[in-house]
């Protein structure tokens, strides 16, 4: 693409607009009245290709409508909220898991079983110098971990998604951004 077709490319609004017989087509509308004048036939239409059809109210069938719409930026304030709400109820999710998890392991006998192996690998046959596994593992020390990695999860998460739309933002003002097309169903 050439600086001119890149710069009347941002001089112009695209909108699809149902059409008539041909079906749907897209309508280019300069921004201002400046960019009006540079840009030859602003705001003819054309048709757009046909790919599937829709109902209608009456049962007929028309063309389905494409717009075709370009991420140019996004706002590092919005994605660092909603990165920091997913984080959060990710963060939930997985203190849930780990503390739902650890009552069906303690439930289950695995520990006991577990204290009974290491005692029978390592203890002494008179029973001194027996290992005792919940000096080392038990339920709040398990969800204190938990909840310190949860946090770190967060913070990591929330910075990484914004340090990644400010990345975007740069990237996408070289290359242009991300080109998206819209169907109607």
């Known amino acids: 693409m050439s600086d001119q077709e890149r710069s009347i490319s941002t001089m112009v609004q695209r909108r699809t607009v149902p059409g008539g017989p041909g079906g749907a087509s897209t309508v280019a509308r300069p921004r201002d009245r400046q960019a009006a004048a540079q840009i030859p036939g602003a705001g003819v239409g054309t048709p757009r290709p046909r790919t ?4 209608v109210s009456g049962g007929q069938l ?15 304030w919005s994605v660092m909220k909603t990165a920091l709400m997913f984080s959060v109820a990710a963060a939930i999710i997985l203190f849930v898991a780990v503390a739902l998890l650890w009552t069906v392991v303690e439930g289950s006998g695995a520990l006991d079983q577990l204290q009974e192996t290491l005692n029978a ?5 008179d029973g001194s110098g027996r290992v005792e596994v ?7 020390r398990v969800l204190g ?5 949860c946090g770190i999860n967060v913070i990591l998460l929330t ?7 400010f990345l975007y933002n740069l990237s996408s003002s070289v290359l242009g951004g991300l080109e998206v097309t819209l169907a109607e169903d």
């Not at 910075?159 to 739309?165: D, E, Q, V, W």
């Open 52 to 55: 599937g059809r829709v109902k």
């Open 145 to 149: 971990f938990t909840a310190i990695v």
């Open 62 to 76: 028309r063309p389905a409508r494409k717009a075709r719409l370009r991420i140019a930026r996004l706002d590092p």
């Open 159 to 165: 910075a990484l998604a914004t340090l990644g739309s």
């Open 134 to 140: 919940s000096a080392y593992i038990d339920r709040w």
């Open 121 to 125: 690998l390592f203890g002494n046959p």
